[in-house]
């Protein structure tokens, strides 16, 4: 049983007048394209450390197998932005993504919640009752030029060790 006690978040973005090329330049970008990716649910294994970049890429060989939580979005119209939404800049896209995973969190755990109220709220309420610790995300964010050029955007969770 593979259970990683490492973890690091990445983004990139790539830009081409191919689609897969500008997301190979994504990875590329987020330093992910040297390994075969296998993208997985968005459960963080327990007693996982959260690692800069730098430490999990040493950690890991050209090549191998790295499971991933990956967020891709491509497009070759002008605004784009990560969580497969469009026109949102990077601070409210990266809300959004963590409102959205307490959410999941809260559903699996049983903890009460009320979906219409507003994010601070509910954050408020689940750090007071200790359910939820910590929350975080990483966003992409990219402006598509009017050149018809792909832009993709990458973000990603990677786990080793």
Known sequence: ????????????????????????????????????????????????????????????????????????????EPSISEHHSYGQNEVTAGEYAEDLAASMLATVLGVPFDSGSAWDERREQWLLSGEIVRTMNVTSTAECGDDGRWTTVVSAVCFCG
């Open 1 to 76: 049983m593979f259970v990683p006690t490492k973890a690091f978040l990445t983004k990139g973005v790539g830009r081409h007048r191919e689609k897969l090329t500008s997301f190979e330049m994504a990875l590329r970008d987020a330093h992910l394209a040297n390994f075969n990716l296998v993208r997985v649910s968005s459960i963080f294994p327990p007693h996982c450390e959260l690692v800069d970049r730098e430490e999990g890429l040493s950690l890991m060989q050209p090549g191998q197998v790295v499971f991933a939580v990956i967020a891709e979005s491509s497009t070759n």
